[in-house]
């Protein structure tokens, strides 16, 4: 049995694959939230690490962090407080020691936005190693056998983006400068340049999509069971080509519990390319389209059965 718990860490991405045979449970952790995912109405918001600690889990066997945004990645050092990891996956990881970043005070808010994430990134990095994780640095698609019966693959859909991104990430870590317009594209890069993991069980397809923009990999979609929207379904992050090349029976947005104009998030127009292709979208936070009911929980959890069968939250 093949189960998918996408947790309630408001507007960020926590997703918990555990699969179940020969007595055996093999855990995987998609992301880890942010450390403070705040409050919400009727209190179902958990941090990554409060929920497996509720679960009862000691162990993840492995880890996958899409990219360097903190409601991916923040939630990384409680969760390693909280569980012993085997395996973690990252488009990144620094050398270490790192240096002290050398900033000038003048960087604009992105840049001084991804310079705190390098910072954070690199202390979980150092708590990762001091844990005696394995650490795998994603430069190409992965693929994978981690548990009987369960095919998984992280694909990284441009390398050679990422290979320049790590570059600038690199050199800022080693207390080097690099050039403005390479730092802040480098930054802007880690939605598109976002890992996907997709999980095949009993003939069934999982697509986590992280925070990949639609458009970015549209042309490399195949269909699936169950998707979690990419980018908390905002207006980015699904197309009329993914959506109908896509084609889920579910959909799964992580988001929070209102809608947020600036951002719009969750969009309605993603929202309804995936309905026409006949998905039903579930959401984490407690978010619901006008006239919908709304619905609270710690997680929006599936299971698919040996034969197949999806098993929704109701």
Request: aromatic residues 8%; glycine residues 12%.
């Amino acid at each position: 049995m093949l189960k998918l718990h996408f947790i309630n860490v408001g507007d960020g991405d926590a997703i918990l694959v555990e699969e179940t045979a020969e007595g055996r449970i093999f855990r995987l952790l998609v992301d880890a939230g942010k450390a403070d995912v705040g409050t919400a109405p009727g209190g179902c918001r958990r941090t990554a690490a409060a929920y497996l600690r509720e679960l009862g889990a000691a162990r993840l066997d492995a880890m996958v962090i899409t990219h360097l945004h903190e409601d991916h990645f923040g939630g990384v050092s409680d969760v390693l407080d909280a569980v012993s990891v085997g395996v973690a996956y990252s488009g990144f990881f620094p050398c270490l020691p790192v240096a002290p970043l050398a900033r000038t005070g003048a960087e604009e808010k992105t840049v001084r936005g991804l310079m705190d994430c390098l910072e954070q990134w690199a202390a979980c990095t150092e708590k990762f190693a001091g844990q005696g994780c394995r650490m795998v640095q994603v430069e190409e698609t992965v693929l994978l056998e981690p548990a009987p019966g369960l095919r998984m693959a992280i694909a990284c859909g441009d390398p050679e983006g990422c290979r320049r991104q790590r570059a600038v990430w690199a050199a800022l870590l080693a207390g080097r400068q690099a050039a403005p317009e390479r730092v802040w594209w480098s930054s802007k890069f880690r939605n598109p340049g976002s890992l996907r993991v997709s999980l095949d069980y009993a003939g069934r397809r999982v697509e986590l999509a992280g925070d990949c923009y639609g458009a970015a990999w549209e042309d490399q979609a195949e269909p699936c069971a169950i998707l979690k929207a990419p980018h908390h379904g905002d207006g980015k992050s699904v197309t009329p080509e993914l959506a109908r090349r896509l084609k889920p029976e579910h959909a799964v947005v992580s988001c929070g519990e209102e809608y947020v104009p600036r951002k719009d998030r969750p969009s309605l127009g993603a929202i309804g390319l995936l309905e026409e292709q006949g998905s039903r979208v579930w959401f984490t936070g407690g978010f619901a389209p006008e006239g919908r009911r709304a619905r609270r929980w710690p997680a929006v959890v599936f299971q698919i059965g040996e034969d197949g069968e999806i098993v929704s939250p109701e």
